[in-house]
């Protein structure tokens, strides 16, 4: 079965440094991965997406994520954080066995980020 | 703004009761997507739509819950004889058709149900 996973349910950066939210992935074959951000009182937005080439995505907002198929991770990372960035963040991970092409979301990390 | 729409925002309904949501995807979406958040969870998959055609259902939709897309256009989503373990945002989605490598889901704001 495919999944994911986000060890962390809260990241608490400052603004002004480099944030991380964690992903690991288990998928059989070759995975597409995803990042989805939910502001308050709002639907879930695409941030960006890994299909196939570089290992280095770029996304909104400033994010970008880093595939790294050895270590079965997808991090998404961005080098310097704002206060606005503060919202919750979903991996996901399309299944490749279904019909439907749906996604699988993580159980999310909120990203905190102190003035 | 995804251009999704969703109706209503909220419900609270009493134990027992049957509710309605409707989901108004981006116009030239043919792939429909409803989800279930709970607090502290990602969203679950409830079921997909191609067109009309409802493709694909997960074991987590029981019974009670049924879903329909008559003119391949709006959805529903009916849950009958609610229970409270129902209480939770429904997330309607869409996509367009496949180009490439399009695989861009598009939310709307959800349908958060309590159950009393």
């Known amino acids: 079965a495919q999944s994911v996973a986000q060890p962390e349910d809260q990241v608490n950066v400052a603004e002004g440094n480099p944030l991380t939210v964690k992903c690991t992935y288990s998928?059989?074959?070759?995975?597409?991965l995803f990042w989805y951000v939910q502001y308050p009182n709002r639907g879930l937005q695409f941030l960006l997406k890994?299909?196939?080439?570089?290992?280095l995505v770029k996304g909104s907002y400033g994010f970008e994520a880093e595939f790294n198929k050895s270590q079965t991770s997808f991090h998404l990372k961005k080098p310097s954080a704002l206060v606005s960035d503060s919202a919750l963040y979903f991996c996901?991970?399309?299944?490749?066995?279904?019909?439907?092409?749906?996604?699988?979301f993580g159980s999310g990390t909120r990203l905190s980020i102190r003035p | 703004d995804t251009g999704v729409s969703q109706d209503p925002r909220h419900k609270i309904t009493k134990r027992g009761q049957n509710v309605t949501f409707r989901c108004d995807p981006i116009s030239e979406h043919n792939r429909l997507y409803w989800y279930r958040q709970t607090l502290g969870q990602g969203p679950e998959f409830l079921t997909y739509f191609q067109n009309e055609a409802q493709l694909e259902k997960s074991r987590l939709l029981s019974d009670r819950f049924s879903a329909e897309r008559p003119k391949g256009s709006f959805s529903t989503l009916e849950i009958q004889r609610t229970e409270q373990g129902d209480s939770a945002m429904y997330l309607c989605a869409s996509r367009p058709r496949e180009t490439g490598t399009n695989e861009k889901l598009f939310f709307g704001s959800g349908t958060q149900l309590s159950v009393l």
């Open positions: 890994y299909i196939t080439g570089d290992n």
């Open positions: 998928v059989s074959g070759n995975p597409y």
């Open positions: 996901a991970v399309r299944d490749l066995y279904s019909s439907a092409s749906k996604i699988i």
